[in-house]
């Protein structure tokens, strides 16, 4: 059974930067697309940005183009998300999600539990 | 980008009865559309993708229907750990989105 673990989350204010991390284990890391999504406290889901198995096809959405990078290191089974100039609208649980496909944006079968991102001067 | 409209918004039923959720697609998705449940503090999980496929464990009164831009979720008998709420998600066209989910709650 497929383990994700989300780390680095925590209190920031606006405009300074945080990177979280998701450890992956119990299934091929470097076979599957990987991709964050968000929720805001009370709200729905938000897909955020997503990569595939070997970095070669990388997307975010809109709201956070420019702000935030993602990569993925497949020799240590992990995935990242470098997040700058954050606002208070980024405040959030952020989950690492697993692909099943090696490029294709879902269906997610596997989440992590999260890390929260809270924005706040 | 893709809009998943769902609804209704929020479906109170009792345990035994059948729950029917849709989901509308802002413009054909083929069959790229998944559906999750997600309880109170707690992950999404994974009940259907390509539009009727069940997802490892999921129990057989969950199933999915629907093509193009329209889509239905149901569950056959609820059971009291069905109470929750539900997602709908495309990834026929970047970027993948979400609906707005459908809050099941006990009548």
């Known amino acids: 059974e497929g383990q994700l673990v989300e780390s680095g989350g925590g209190l920031v204010q606006p405009g300074r930067s945080l990177r979280l991390s998701c450890e992956a284990s119990?299934?091929?890391?470097?076979?599957?697309?990987m991709h964050w999504v968000r929720q805001a406290p009370g709200k729905g889901l938000e897909w955020v940005s997503g990569?595939?198995?070997?970095?070669?096809?990388?997307d975010y959405a809109d709201s956070v183009k420019g702000r935030f990078t993602i990569s993925r290191d497949n020799a240590k089974n992990s995935l990242y998300l470098q997040m700058n100039s954050l606002k208070a609208e980024d405040t959030a649980l952020y989950y690492c999600?697993?692909?099943?496909?090696?490029?294709?944006?879902?269906?997610?079968?596997?989440w992590g539990q999260g890390t929260l991102v809270s924005v706040s001067s | 980008e893709i809009v998943l409209t769902q609804s209704p918004a929020t479906l109170s039923l009792s345990p035994g009865e059948r729950a029917t959720l849709s989901c509308r697609a802002s413009?054909?998705?083929?069959?790229?559309l998944a559906w999750y449940q997600q309880k109170p503090g707690q992950a999404p999980r994974l009940l259907i993708y390509d539009a009727s496929n069940r997802a490892t464990g999921i129990p057989a009164r969950f199933s999915g229907s629907g093509s193009g831009t329209d889509f239905t979720l149901s569950i056959s008998s609820l059971e009291p750990e069905d109470f929750a709420f539900y997602y709908c998600q495309q990834r026929g066209t970047w970027p993948p989105t979400f609906g707005q989910g459908t809050r099941l709650e006990i009548k």
């Open positions: 413009q054909s998705v083929s069959n790229y």
């Open positions: 990569i595939s198995w070997n970095s070669g096809k990388i």
């Open positions: 119990g299934f091929t890391f470097d076979d599957y697309a």
């Open positions: 999600a697993k692909s099943r496909g090696l490029i294709a944006p879902g269906p997610f079968d596997y």
